[in-house]
Nanobody
């Protein structure tokens, strides 16, 4: 059973930085897309950033210029560097991946358990 394991959340002051990381825990064949979503209290889960296997990235307008998504293909790890953090960035951040476990299996969608990011003074 493959799980997405996240790390790097925490408490930071406005203007500060954090880096999130996420990688699958088991053996996989390939990954099509990896990325991050977030969910604030009382709100729906929303896209933050995604990166495809060919390097195409997509960002929500609210984080463009502040957040950077990157991927280490050798480690199957995706990172989210978050700079100039604002209180409105406070949310649970979920790792997301579309991957397959073998060459014969279809691509499935996986989610991490979430990591809390709190931006407050």
């Amino acid at each position: 059973q493959v799980q997405l394991v996240e790390s790097g959340g925490g408490l930071v002051q406005p203007g500060g930085s954090l880096r999130l990381a996420c990688a699958p825990s088991g053996n996989i064949f390939d990954i099509n897309v990896m990325g991050w979503y977030r969910q604030a209290p009382g709100s729906q889960r929303e896209l933050v950033a995604t990166r495809t296997s060919d390097g195409t990235t997509n960002y929500d307008f609210s984080v463009k210029g502040r957040f950077t998504i990157s991927r280490d293909n050798a480690k199957n790890t995706v990172y989210l560097q978050m700079n100039s953090l604002k209180p409105e960035d406070t949310a649970v951040y979920y790792c997301y991946a579309i991957l397959r476990l073998s060459s014969r299996s279809p691509h499935y969608q996986y989610w991490g358990q979430g990591t809390q990011v709190t931006v407050t003074s």
